[in-house]
């Protein structure tokens, strides 16, 4: 009777664990750009629905980097709200069992993290929508006149 090794080599290890996490790297990869997407969707729709204010600001006076300065405390505004009401409803899920089956512990740091994600994701995305959006809509606009 002849022994085998059940040991792989470094490299079939390496061939096999890339394997392995090349489904959990694809599925993150489409995550994420689906995060981006819905983001960027998100901000757009926002500036969209106050074209009217941002028009009416450049007409009395306000000048673009002013404009795009409010809607970026405004939407930073948003976004910390969100985050401190979301936490509140998720602590208080915690506290009272409602998914004890899936959640077992509450990481503060973990919404911290997750946070200065979105913050900076958000902010990277919508400052240049901002601009975009001011030099677009309302430079041309006022070509026209």
């Not at 009217?52 to 939407?75: N, P």
């Not at 512990?105 to 400052?127: E, H, K, M």
């Not at 677009?136 to 006149?145: A, D, F, P, S, Y």
Request: charged share 15%; aromatic share 16%; proline share 1%.
């Amino acid at each position: 009777m002849e022994l085998t090794s059940n040991q792989l080599s470094l490299m079939e290890r390496i061939t096999f664990v890339f394997k392995e996490q090349m489904i959990l790297l694809i599925v993150l990869m489409l995550t994420l750009i689906l995060i981006l997407i819905n983001t960027i969707a998100t901000i757009i729709t926002w500036i969209e629905s106050r074209k009217e204010e941002i028009h009416i600001r450049y007409m009395v006076g306000g000048s673009y980097q002013r404009i795009q300065w409010g809607l970026l405390k405004d939407y930073w505004f948003i976004i910390f709200s969100s985050f401190i009401i979301g936490t509140i409803i998720a602590y208080a899920i915690y506290q009272i069992q409602l998914f004890d089956t899936l959640i077992h512990t509450f990481r503060f740091d973990a919404v911290l993290y997750t946070f200065i994600f979105c913050f900076v994701l958000g902010t990277s995305i919508a400052y240049p929508s901002i601009r975009y959006y001011d030099q677009t809509h309302i430079v041309k606009k006022e070509r026209k006149r």
